[in-house]
């Protein structure tokens, strides 16, 4: 795997996290918009036997456990990254990996941070990569 392979990773798991908190708000919501209140119990066998709320709790609980399962595996990650960050030298380098792939900022924003040129930008992240120490 490459660094940038790697690097990539975090930015990967909080889109699918972005995306799976937008998937736990729209349970939400229409848990509140489905009303058990006339739900009677008696058998159809071409019907389900639940109250029409109760796959939305289901389904409620299935996304936050698989949410925090990914918020742990991102942590860990985000843990492992700066770890290996640390360990360059040239703190330009190190803040620029930082800027790109844990917070994500553009190029664009990137140059205007580090008060350097987008060219100068994309030389030192072509440096950094080249000294990353990803796993094998």
């Known amino acids: 795997m490459t660094a940038k392979e790697y690097l990539s990773q975090a930015r990967r798991l909080k889109a ?4 799976r908190r937008r998937e736990l708000e729209y349970w ?5 918009a489905v009303s058990g209140s006339q739900f009677e119990a008696h058998y159809n066998p071409n019907r389900a036997n639940e109250a029409p709320f109760v796959r939305c709790v289901t389904k409620i609980d299935e996304v936050e456990r698989g949410l925090a399962d ?16 640390d360990t360059l030298d040239d703190r330009e380098e190190h803040l620029l990996l ?12 990137i140059s205007v941070l580090m008060s350097v040129s987008l060219r100068t930008v994309h030389r030192i992240h072509a440096s ?6 990803a796993p094998d």
Not at 28 to 32: H, I, S
């Open 70 to 85: 990914l918020i742990e595996e991102l942590a860990c990650l985000v843990k492992d990254i700066e770890d290996r960050l």
């Open 98 to 109: 930082r800027y790109r792939y844990l917070e994500g900022y553009s190029w664009e924003k």
């Open 16 to 19: 699918i996290i972005h995306s």
């Open 128 to 133: 950094a990569l080249q000294k990353f120490p």
């Open 28 to 32: 939400k919501q229409m848990e509140g």
